[in-house]
């Protein structure tokens, strides 16, 4: 729990991080703060630029309470995004409307990288951490926050290319040709995100994600030491001087089933994974060591009522007995889906699961 | 062997999928005959569109035969797309130029999938199969001729998506809502991927690989029933009545490395693998049941030429000695490559690989 905690009325995120028995399976959804709620659409309307959602604290409590007032959810996420970190180093987040993030400054050269300093959240993302303090008080101790960063990778990739991008040529490029100004990158990194998480739980997230959306593009040796390398980095700075976690760790790693193994060894309290693992394989595979998160695949909720059940039960069913499972979609929820469908998947992954909890 | 094969001056590819020993690891690389060559280019642009290269069987033989005159890769692959399949079923495939494949028709409903027919290739698609001839007369038993088909759930997202796709929101709808309309269309490619298959082999192909492009976008029971279920429907309905298969066959799911186990029990003679997967892993997996294929990272190329010879050894040290490694990329090569890139991974591959078939 975050520094100060009171015990929170709805602790089954928590107790399935750290493996503990539950009434019923706790379910968030990645993205449940977005584009799919007409509420949020409006609210991000009316504040013109995204990253201006972002950076007001009252909008951001607003918009991370919306999917809360609509369904029977575990949790809340903070509203924020995964490229504050590098804004904040000094590249100049910005988004093109249908064409995702970019950056105003890209790094060319290793001698480009120079300068860059790691961040200090409590000055430079001191609006992040006001939302925590803000969405904290409104849920009241009815629900857990969840705090997030990206990964120190996923992060790199962004900076070095310059934004999104399809093939990571040029963050590829850097891997194998600049390894050495690669990892001061990642180091710098590593510390920032780190200095941030530390920060969201001192200000009272109770449980952190870091998002490693693009390690799934690595090859494998290269995953183990420009991906996980940094986040285990990380996930070691976070621990108390006694080894513990302060919160539970949620890492996920999108198409990152090949290496649950090493994934599961990372010292995380749980593991995201995407669709196309079984969750059933993954705890054999994992020997119930670590939290398994996950894993519909986003594109069931376009499907009708009693699809969405038949899959949500064909999840429950795969991770089978016991406690350990975080119900999420594998992905983030896009745009297109209807509310409702949201709205009946939080309520069947209850309704369905207490079978599993007896 | 394909039928009236004589025997191959070149035989290592054969070999190497047959699991025998090979003096050093053939090598060949998907998209070989590709917009990476200036003189691939020419013919392209002469051409004008890019299925009238393809329907073409004096120019796809000239392009297949272009990147055998610069490197000494142990193996030629037919010229052709994966779509020529789903357009002989009459949904008019064409391609907008930086924007990929489209289709003219595109089904809707289940009923518009009902007066579909399997392909019979020998006239639907003879023009493919007087390529193959003719490349095989222009190859004059130096080196073994791969053909190639789509896999049927990858024909299908195109066919379901009119075109290329970022989310198979389309495809999928089919395969949650309506997953018997797509099973009867996956029937159909089934049948027709065969015949295609079938008749390449009839004319001279002395390999095949299935690429199933798009199989790792799917759920894992998904990927079991709509996709590798019908892969094995076709490598089935490619064996002599002793139940021997007439050539190798390769099955390359890209992203399929987490059900690697599945693929090897599929009865093909090799599995393709993408760089997301040690191939050292992937061989304790299978137990040396399959012959791996892969899979060198495609950006490895963009690198300087000590950045590709380390990488080769990596990927060559990957494996490990012993047969059934055919050396490949995990992905096509990019239209960004110098092709002297090309020919030292090619030679390098040659070189390295000597130590470990001793």
């Not at 996930?235 to 006694?242: H, I, K, N």
Request: hydrophobic fraction near 45%; include cysteine; charge should be negative.
């Amino acid at each position: 729990m975050g520094a100060g905690a009171s015990p929170l009325a709805n602790d089954r995120l928590l107790r399935a991080l750290r493996r503990q028995p539950v009434d019923v399976t706790p379910v968030w959804i990645m993205r449940q703060a977005g584009r799919y709620l007409p509420e949020y659409r409006r609210v991000r309307a009316a504040a013109g630029d995204f990253m201006t959602l972002c950076r007001d604290p009252a909008l951001a409590c607003e918009v991370t309470l919306q999917p809360l007032k609509r369904f029977d959810l575990d949790a809340a996420i903070l509203f924020s995004d995964i490229l504050t970190v590098p804004d904040a180093m000094g590249f100049g987040l910005y988004f093109v409307e249908g064409e995702g993030p970019r950056f105003r400054v890209r790094p060319e050269t290793p001698a480009d990288l120079a300068r860059l300093q790691a961040v200090r959240a409590a000055e430079q993302l001191d609006y992040v951490l006001e939302a925590v303090r803000l969405i904290r008080r409104e849920l009241d101790g009815r629900l857990p926050l969840i705090g997030f960063s990206g990964s120190p990778w996923t992060l790199a990739t962004y900076i070095l290319e310059g934004g999104a991008s399809r093939d990571f040529a040029r963050a590829k490029r850097w891997l194998y040709q600049e390894p050495a100004a690669l990892h001061h990158l990642l180091d710098l990194l590593a510390h920032s995100v780190a200095d941030y998480l530390r920060a969201q739980i001192a200000a009272g997230v109770d449980a952190v994600q870091i998002f490693d959306t693009w390690g799934g593009v690595l090859a494998h040796d290269a995953y183990r030491t420009f991906s996980l390398a940094y986040m285990v980095r990380v996930v070691e700075a976070l621990r108390a001087p006694d080894g513990a976690l302060p919160v539970p760790v949620i890492l996920f790693t999108k198409g990152g089933g090949v290496w649950l193994e090493e994934i599961a060894a990372s010292g995380a309290s749980a593991a995201g994974l995407d669709w196309t693992l079984s969750l059933g394989e993954a705890r054999r595979r994992t020997g119930d060591r670590i939290a398994l998160q996950g894993n519909l695949d986003p594109a069931v909720l376009r499907a009708d009522p009693a699809t969405i059940e038949r899959e949500v039960a064909r999840v429950l069913a795969d991770y089978g007995p016991g406690p350990g499972h975080v119900f999420n979609l594998g992905h983030g929820v896009t745009p297109d889906v209807d509310p409702d469908r949201v709205a009946l998947l939080v309520d069947k992954v209850h309704e369905l699961s207490e079978a599993y909890h007896r």
